[in-house]
C-alpha cells in the first residue's frame, strides 16, 4: 500500500517535470496537477497512514512522512508548539520538490516490481 501512496505523491511532488516524458507526459501531468488540488488532504492521510499503520524504518515509510510534510506546509502553522518549526523544516524540503518528488515516484514504482 505505501508503493502507491508514494506513487501518488511523487506524481503530486514532481509534476513540473512530467511533461517531458514523450508521449503521455502532458496527459500524466493533467492528472497530476488535478492530484496536485487535493494535495494537503493526500499530505494528512500520508502521515496518519504512516504514523499508525507501518514502522518508521523503512525508506517507502520515511520518504512517504518527508512527502506528507512537503504537501501539508501550508496547515503547519497551526499546529501548536511545532508547527512553526516544522514549517520551516518543510520549506526548506520545499524547494526540492520536484527532485524529492521524482525520487518518491521511483521508489514507489520500483517497490510495486
Known amino acids: ?3 502507491y501512496i508514494n506513487i501518488v505523491a511523487g506524481l503530486i511532488l514532481c509534476v513540473g517535470f512530467l511533461e517531458a516524458i514523450p508521449a503521455m ?3 500524466i501531468a493533467k492528472f497530476a496537477k ?3 488540488g ?3 488532504i493526500i499530505g494528512i492521510i500520508i502521515i496518519i497512514y504512516v504514523a499508525f499503520f ?3 524504518t523503512g525508506l517507502q515509510s ?3 512522512i518527508i ?3 512537503i504537501m501539508i506546509v501550508g496547515i503547519l502553522p497551526a499546529i501548536p508548539a511545532i508547527g512553526k518549526s516544522l514549517e520551516k523544516v518543510a520549506k526548506v524540503l520545499g524547494g526540492f520538490q520536484g527532485i ?3 525520487i518518491i515516484l521511483i521508489l514507489g514504482i520500483w517497490g510495486l516490481l
Open 1 to 3: 500500500m505505501i508503493e
Open 25 to 27: 507526459g502532458k496527459h
Open 34 to 36: 488535478w492530484l496536485g
Open 38 to 40: 487535493f494535495d494537503t
Open 54 to 56: 507501518l514502522d518508521w
Open 62 to 64: 520515511i520518504l512517504a
Open 67 to 69: 512527502a506528507g510534510f
Open 100 to 102: 524529492i518528488g521524482i
